[in-house]
């Protein structure tokens, strides 16, 4: 027999055990800092009529929509929606979680499609809007994705603990010195 302690010698104590994050199974909320935002696909498309994703091909439509509309065709139209990773920190871990839309207009200030489009006029706007929002301390509640193949936890809610926080589309308006309403 070794001289180490096995597991069973230690007392284990279930209150103060510590459990990764991802072990989580119901909300959790806390605050954290963003340490990083991923400028590179910032939103996705989907069919404004059956809500189903799209290809970021600007030209196509929703296959479902049209198959199912054979009766009544007509072209649907698409809008755009959050998906944004970023990386947060807390007080121990640093960690990717995933935005969607409700979260995401609360950092952004606006719509995704509003965000697309003034990205497509400032080709910068979204590494701007990134490097904005580094650095903010947050409070988010984080829940387990729904989807199996996910990678990452979801932010549920977020609330900006900083009085003077500004949107990331009213720094961007500033720096671009663009009026405008949101």
């Given amino acids: ?3 180490q302690p096995t597991n069973s010698d230690e007392p284990v104590n279930q209150q103060t055990r510590k ?5 989580i199974d119901k909300p959790t909320t806390m605050t954290c800092t963003v340490v990083a935002v991923d400028h590179t696909s910032l939103c996705y498309r989907i069919c404004s009529v059956c809500e189903k994703t799209l290809p970021e091909n600007p030209t196509s439509s929703c296959k479902y929509c049209n198959f199912s509309n054979s009766f009544n065709p ?8 959050f998906r944004v990773l970023m990386s947060i920190a807390t007080d121990t871990k640093v960690f990717v979680v995933v935005m969607f839309d409700r979260a995401a207009r609360v950092l ?3 719509s995704a499609d509003e965000f697309f489009d003034f ?3 400032h080709p910068y706007a ?11 301390m947050l409070t988010v509640t984080l829940t387990r994705p729904t989807n199996g193949n996910a990678q990452h936890l979801r932010v549920a809610s977020v609330v900006p603990l900083s009085s003077s926080f500004q949107p990331a589309i009213e720094t961007l308006r500033e720096l671009y010195r663009v009026k405008g309403v949101s």
């Fill in 119 to 121: 990205a497509k006029i």
């Fill in 1 to 3: 027999m070794s001289n």
């Fill in 19 to 23: 459990r990764p994050l991802m072990e």
């Fill in 126 to 136: 979204a590494m701007a809007a990134g490097r904005a929002l580094e650095g903010e």
């Fill in 108 to 110: 952004f200030g606006c």
């Fill in 74 to 81: 007509r072209t649907s139209g698409s809008k755009h929606l």
